[in-house]
T-cell receptor, first 110, second 117 residues
């Protein structure tokens, strides 16, 4: 069973920031928060991951609360191609099996 | 650097036949993972392999399913005597040697869509 909770779906206007929340209140001290997305039945695509500090890369930013019980993935300027299912996953390292929950279906609208 | 490759992309089998799905990890990656995605569901972990070793097969059905990752060549997921319920998308992922921390991640292939008639 997934240890994260995400909203089932969200809408975002094209060009605006998309903020996707994730609750993980039972996260262990050395578990990382990983984000993946799956565009229309393609293979999941890695986006970003973090442990405690906020992280940013060319795709997104990850904000993790100080108590690590929740996090937010931010797509700063959403495009139509960002329409996908976004998964928030906890794992100790890249070698662990990834447990995919239901994810958030993000619809970016013109 | 080519990504994770899977073939075939689409596979149709009749009930009772065998299905063989192949996965070539990214160059330099020695760890392979197989996941299954049933229609309208999330991915479910099946098995984790290193070269010539099965590390974790806790997600594999006990019967008809097997996986290998030989010293040479791709990883193979084999399903014997397929049934309609095996129809799904099967994704392979690879990673380099897992670090002590979360320093890297799994990279997924495009998947094989198996249809059992």
């Amino acid at each position: 069973d997934a240890k994260t909770t995400q909203p089932t779906s969200m809408d975002c206007a094209e060009g605006r920031a998309a903020n996707l929340p994730c609750n993980h209140s039972t996260i262990s001290g050395n578990e990382y928060v990983y984000w993946y997305r799956q565009i229309h039945s393609q293979g999941p695509q890695y986006i970003i991951h973090g442990l405690k500090n906020n992280e940013t890369n060319e795709m997104a930013s990850l904000i993790i609360t100080e108590d690590r019980k929740s996090s937010t993935l931010i797509l700063p300027h959403a495009t139509l191609r960002d329409t996908a299912v976004y998964y928030c996953i906890l794992a100790y390292n890249a070698g662990n099996m990834l447990t995919f929950g239901g994810g958030t279906r993000l619809m970016v609208k013109p | 650097n080519a990504g994770v490759m899977q073939n075939p992309r689409h596979l149709v089998r009749r009930r009772g036949q065998e299905a063989r799905l192949r996965c070539s990890p990214m160059k330099g990656h020695s760890h392979v993972y197989w996941y299954r995605q049933l229609p309208e569901e999330g991915l479910k972990f099946m098995v984790y392999l290193q070269k010539e070793n099965i590390i974790d097969e806790s997600g594999m059905p006990k019967e008809r399913f097997s996986a290998e990752f030989p010293k040479e060549g791709p990883s193979i997921l084999r399903i014997q005597q397929v049934v309609r319920g095996d129809s799904a998308a099967y994704f392979c992922a690879s990673s380099p040697l897992p670090p002590a921390g979360g320093g890297d991640t799994q990279y997924f292939g495009p998947g094989t869509r198996l249809t059992v008639l």
